[in-house]
């Protein structure tokens, strides 16, 4: 009953940038920690970004300077605003969520969406 739907991926140029969007629907109570995970090809997926409900935010070193997660708890959204993107970015990005729903609130359960790919050139 709930579904994380990522947008905003594509393909850009080595020094452009991109914003990807995570809409959080269904049957929910409440959104605790959202993320940001990447996973390129060959390898594990990792952790780019991380904001709690009260919008603390944790960067991978790699990504800190260049990226920024922010969100809408009103619209149920998550954002990661990237820059300065390098070809190393490229990689499937996914949201994850820690969600309270309507129907069993506690404890929260984990969701991830489906991934969005970003693809930067040289």
């Known amino acids: 009953q709930v579904q994380l739907m990522e947008s905003g991926g594509g393909l850009v140029q080595a020094g452009g940038s991109l914003r990807l969007s995570c809409a959080a629907s269904?049957?929910?109570?409440?959104?605790?920690?959202m993320g940001w995970y990447r996973q390129a090809p060959g390898k594990q997926r990792e952790l780019v970004a991380t904001?709690?409900?009260?919008?603390?935010?944790n960067y991978a070193d790699s990504v800190k300077g260049r990226f920024t997660i922010s969100r809408d708890n009103a619209k149920n959204t998550l954002y990661l605003q990237m820059n300065s993107l390098k070809p190393e970015d490229t990689a499937v990005y996914y949201c994850?969520?820690?969600?309270?729903?309507?129907?069993?609130?506690?404890?929260?359960?984990?969701?991830w969406g489906q991934g969005t790919q970003v693809t930067v050139s040289s």
């Open positions: 269904g049957s929910i109570f409440s959104i605790n920690t």
């Open positions: 904001i709690s409900r009260a919008a603390s935010t």
């Open positions: 994850n969520a820690d969600i309270m729903t309507l129907i069993v609130p506690y404890p929260p359960k984990n969701y």
